[in-house]
């Protein structure tokens, strides 16, 4: 009974096995759709502890803390930045797929967020995931507060009319910070006029001041799943060193474009910061593409991401925190398998 497991790195291992099938493949299952998450157990590193004798602090339970991080990027509880941590999401009602605690705009109320989140997808409001306070040389106001903001696509409907006061002020708050905001939406624009006849959106710039919209253009789950299908595929193939066609066919798989873009529109958000622009970066959910984005401008942006324990910080906090849905993507179910949501997105970033 042949038995082919595809590796990510494009590897394929295959097993022929004589007997004892069931038991092999009931093995395979349990690793592979653990009954809960405590089977993917965490661990420590006890050499990185007694290197840095931090009382435990590279646990990976207690590597990430929200406070902690955005005090080490300058926000802390009693800041003049115009920035507040905010709390209403402390029983996650107010984003069920949101951190407890979030920085949002100090004029804006817990009632007036509570308003804008109806206006957004899954309640994925606008919030703050990154405050870049490296270039105050640049004049264009010295007060100037350049972030990062995520969210999910709005509501607009289906020929863009529907509004929402708070959501509009809610932007126009995290405009002032900065004079003008980028919003870097992660799709192709025809997929987020589609999605407008599902009740989704994108945001019309009129109803808002000194905003400008960006599609990068980047497909969806799907599309990233079935490229990189055909990248295996490609280097499956027998007497592959002999394919005079190598490249060009591994250019049809659409993965290089996948890369190219993410890098390309990473690098437009890190130097909209480094001009003391905000940004702010949704597709339709605002947990694949976004994140891929968000937390890629990070790394380029920030040296202490490029470092194993702010790399670790990275993900939790604009991954896991935030909502991408790993269990999913990359096929590891509590429940019932679903094929239809599994992609590639973490490998690919």
Known sequence: YPIEISLKDTRVIKFHIWDKTTKFLTSLTDSC??????????????????????????????????????????????????????????????????????IEPK?????????????RTKNRLP????????????????NSVPCIWRSSQNKSGLIGTNRNDEDEKLLDKIMSLCAKLYIFDARPKINAMVNRLNGGGFENVNHYNNVILTFCGIDNIHVARNSLNKVYQLCLSSKIMENEKFWSGL???????????ILKF????????????????HCSDGWDRSAQLISLSQ?????YFRTLEGIAVLIEKDWLSFGHQFGLRNGIYFKEPS?????PIFLQW
Not at 79 to 102: G, H, I, M, S, W
Not at 266 to 278: A, G, P, R
Not at 299 to 303: E, G, R, S, W
Request: overall charge negative; some cysteine.
């Open 251 to 261: 250019e049809s798989t659409g993965w290089y474009t996948f890369i190219y873009k």
């Open 33 to 102: 759709n653990p009954r809960d998450t405590f089977t993917l157990f965490n661990f420590t590193l006890e050499y990185m502890n007694h290197l840095y004798k931090n009382d435990n602090y590279f646990n990976g339970w207690n590597i990430y803390n929200p406070i902690r991080e955005y005090t080490r990027q300058g926000i802390t509880e009693k800041n003049d930045l115009n920035l507040r941590y905010c709390y209403a999401n402390t029983d996650f009602r107010l984003c069920p797929t949101y951190p407890a605690v979030l």
């Open 127 to 142: 919030v703050m995931s990154y405050y870049y306070k490296g270039n105050k040389e640049k004049d264009i106001g010295n």
């Open 266 to 281: 990473s690098d437009e958000i890190s130097k909209t910061l480094q001009n003391n622009y905000s940004v702010l970066i």
């Open 339 to 343: 094929e239809d949501q599994r992609s």
């Open 107 to 119: 004029d804006m109320t817990d009632s007036q967020l509570q308003a804008a989140s109806n206006y």
């Open 299 to 303: 790394v380029l942006i920030d040296p």
